[in-house]
């Protein structure tokens, strides 16, 4: 039995419709309900991983870094008290180190590698739909300080097909880690052309005040900054992908992008 946490969240919602498709025996787990096995990472005592095998964590990151890892830990405790054997982990790629949510990601990847369990792990490189989202066009203009240097984004919808693929045989892909940043980078000048609109963007001073003025928690304000940052600076930009091992034929991550900015300018 195969466990795949997240479940009511876009990128594992996406592997969980996959993985039915293919006939794997799924469970899915969230604070949600609707879940086969509700569960709560911030409460150790409702994470109940009997009888499953292979377990996607899909991670749970919007938080500060500390709660990160302490529901990461608790579900690595849990998982090796309930016998899983393999564990498959969505992290986050390397060109992503400069971001303000990567050091939870690496911290759960150590903590993996130096378990007993079998592991996957997954780097996610960014979704090219938060890319689409955060540079959605307010008054035809974008003006998000992003600068003007490719980003190697990836459809969700790639990364789910990746997910699928080593779930339906984790053995093979056991102790290999996949740096799955897009292969067709794009920056934002791209995509405003993409989508017949100026860039004009600002500087990250303004971007920081912009941000301040939203009804954002606390640690969300660093870390969009950090993305701004990471970009301008052209970090965000990976020289190498493992994605075609996994997914032959990926989606046009800029077309994805420009669908998101539309609904994301739609909903404004
Ligand atoms: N690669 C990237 O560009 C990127 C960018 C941002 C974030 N991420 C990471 O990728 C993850 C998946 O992305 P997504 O787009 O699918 O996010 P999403 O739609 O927000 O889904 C997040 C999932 O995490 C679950 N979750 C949150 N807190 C939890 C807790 N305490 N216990 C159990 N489950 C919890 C939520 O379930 P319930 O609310 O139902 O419990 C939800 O299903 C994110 O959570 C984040 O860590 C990646």
Same mark, same amino acid.
Not at 5 to 34: C, F, H, V, W
Not at 79 to 96: D, I, N, Q
Not at 159 to 186: M, N, Q, R, W
């Given at each position: 039995?195969?466990?795949? #946490?997240?479940?009511?969240? &876009?990128?594992?919602?996406? /592997?969980? &419709?996959?993985? @039915? ?6 469970? %899915? ?17 409702? $994470? ?5 095998? #292979?377990? $996607? !964590? ?49 911290? #759960? ?13 997954? +780097? ?13 066009? +307010? ?11 490719? /980003?190697?984004?990836?459809? @969700? ?7 699928? @693929?080593?779930?339906?045989?984790? @053995? ?10 897009? /292969?067709?980078?794009?920056?934002? +000048?791209?995509?405003? &052309? ?7 963007? %600002? ?10 003025? !939203? ?20 970090? !965000? ?32």
């Amino acid at each position: 039995m195969i466990l795949i #946490t997240g479940a009511s969240g &876009q990128l594992a919602s996406l /592997i969980t &419709q996959r993985a @039915k498709e293919a006939g794997l025996l799924i469970e %899915t787990a969230s604070r949600s309900q609707d879940a086969d096995r509700p569960m709560d990472f911030d409460r150790p005592e409702t $994470l109940d991983f009997s009888g499953i095998r #292979t377990l $996607l !964590l899909v991670s749970a990151g919007y938080a500060e870094d500390d709660v990160v890892m302490r529901r990461h830990e608790a579900v690595l405790t849990a998982a090796h008290r309930h016998g899983v054997k393999h564990v498959v982990y969505t992290s986050l790629s390397a060109a992503s180190d400069h971001l303000g949510f990567a050091l939870a990601h690496r911290w #759960t990847e150590r903590a993996l590698i130096q378990s007993d369990l079998s592991w996957t792990i997954l +780097r996610n490189g960014l979704y090219a739909e938060l890319i689409g989202a955060l540079a959605a066009p +307010r008054g035809g203009r974008i003006t998000v300080p992003f600068g003007s240097a490719p /980003i190697s984004a990836v459809a @969700k919808a790639d990364l789910a097909d990746a997910a699928l @693929k080593v779930l339906c045989d984790p @053995k093979e892909h056991a102790g290999a880690t996949y740096e799955l940043s897009g /292969i067709a980078p794009f920056s934002v +000048r791209h995509l405003a &052309q993409r989508l017949g609109v100026t860039y004009e963007p %600002t500087s990250l001073s303004d971007e920081r005040i912009r941000l301040s003025e !939203l009804p954002l928690l606390p640690f969300q304000a660093p870390m969009l900054l950090s993305i701004s940052s990471a970009a301008m600076a052209g970090f !965000l930009q990976s020289n190498s992908s493992d994605l075609l091992q996994l997914v032959p034929h990926p989606r046009d991550a800029l077309t994805v992008a420009c669908n998101a900015a539309h609904q994301a300018s739609s909903e404004r």
